[in-house]
């Protein structure tokens, strides 16, 4: 069993800050990709970043505002988000993908509401 626990979700101004944070636990024998997506209402599931042994990407409409970083050691996931926009609220949702086989598996969500 592989649980996903993200936190740091809120409600800020735009223009902002954020910090979201994802810990995973359980039968796990490695992480070969970490990284959040979020969806807003109405609208498909997008990828916002993702961490591998590569390096990072992010989704267009981050445009620098966002860092993704990990901790391998304690398979750990945050997302630094800055100058926050009202376009950005939606449900985060951490992924990981596992090595080997390649299972994903998703946390629960966190809610990011940006408004004045």
């Known amino acids: 069993q592989v649980e996903l626990v993200e936190s740091g979700g809120g409600s800020v101004q735009p223009g902002g800050s954020l910090r979201l944070f994802c810990e995973v636990s359980g039968s796990i024998f490695s992480i070969n990709t970490m990284g959040w997506y979020r969806q807003a209402p109405g609208k498909q599931r997008e990828m916002v970043a993702n961490i591998n042994t590569y390096g990072a990407n992010y989704g267009d409409f981050v445009r620098g505002r966002f860092t993704i970083s990990r901790d391998i050691a304690k398979n750990t996931v945050t997302l630094q988000m800055n100058n926050l926009e009202p376009e950005d609220t939606a449900v985060y949702y951490c992924?990981?993908?596992?090595?080997?086989?390649?299972?994903?598996?998703w946390g629960q969500g966190t809610q990011v509401t940006v408004s004045s």
């Open positions: 992924r990981i993908v596992e090595g080997g086989m390649g299972y994903a598996h």
